[in-house]
């Protein structure tokens, strides 16, 4: 998720809220007066993954991101790097 969003903000310089907002993927809610992307949050920190995490929700975001024209060829290649290896990571949790 972090690659994901370092990649939308270095291309289009938006935030995480219009990531969540133009993506359709996350919700983004009001909270004191102030929009806030709490579900989005939770998986950019390792310690705040919830019990079973919406992987299928992360690998979208990437796909959303990598969707862009306009991103940089170097931005694309660390972003579909992350991407295949967190896909990795799923084959094998989901075969054991």
Do not use: C
């Not at 992307?37 to 929700?57: G, N, Q």
């Amino acid at each position: 998720m972090r690659s994901s969003l370092h990649a939308w903000e270095v291309t289009t310089q938006k935030s995480k809220i219009e990531l969540a907002e133009e993506s359709n993927i996350w919700a983004v809610s009001i909270d004191d007066g102030r929009l806030r992307t709490r579900t989005f949050d939770r998986y950019s920190r390792i310690e705040h993954l919830p019990k079973v995490p919406r992987w299928r929700e992360v690998v979208r975001t990437a796909y959303f991101v990598l969707s862009l024209p306009s991103i940089e060829p170097e931005t694309r290649a660390a972003l579909e790097a992350e991407l295949e290896r967190t896909k990795d990571i799923l084959k094998r949790a989901a075969i054991s």
